[in-house]
């Protein structure tokens, strides 16, 4: 059974930064496109970073967060990871991770900034 769950939400300051973890089953992380997306209140989707397969690597980013954004993966533990440094409070949203195929989400994780 494909899964995936969201965890490192939290109340952060502005300027500071959290870790998002995904953790995933029944597939293999490294070998799907895979993205973060968030929803904020009153707002639509948001895809914020993106990375490749294994073997078709590569990040993309939002522009809204490049820079500050960092999504990467570790293949042994199947986790997709999104480092989130000097957070905004327009960074305030739901945070999903999502396989691009089937655009497979999990439950989600809350992150609010706000001092």
């Known amino acids: 059974q494909v899964q995936l769950v969201e965890s490192g939400g939290g109340l952060v300051r502005p300027g500071g930064s959290l870790r998002l973890s995904c953790a995933a089953s029944?597939?293999?992380?490294?070998?799907?496109?895979m993205s973060w997306v968030r929803q904020a209140p009153g707002k639509g989707l948001e895809r914020v970073a993106e990375?490749?397969?294994?073997?078709?690597?590569?990040?993309t980013y939002a522009d809204s967060v490049k820079g500050r954004f960092t999504i990467y993966r570790d293949h042994p533990k199947n986790v997709l990871y999104l480092q989130m440094n000097d957070l905004k409070p327009e960074d305030t949203a739901e945070y999903y991770c999502q396989r691009q195929t089937g655009m497979i989400r999990g439950q989600g994780t809350q992150v609010t900034v706000s001092s």
């Open positions: 990375i490749g397969t294994f073997e078709m690597g590569g990040t």
């Open positions: 029944g597939f293999t992380v490294s070998s799907y496109f």
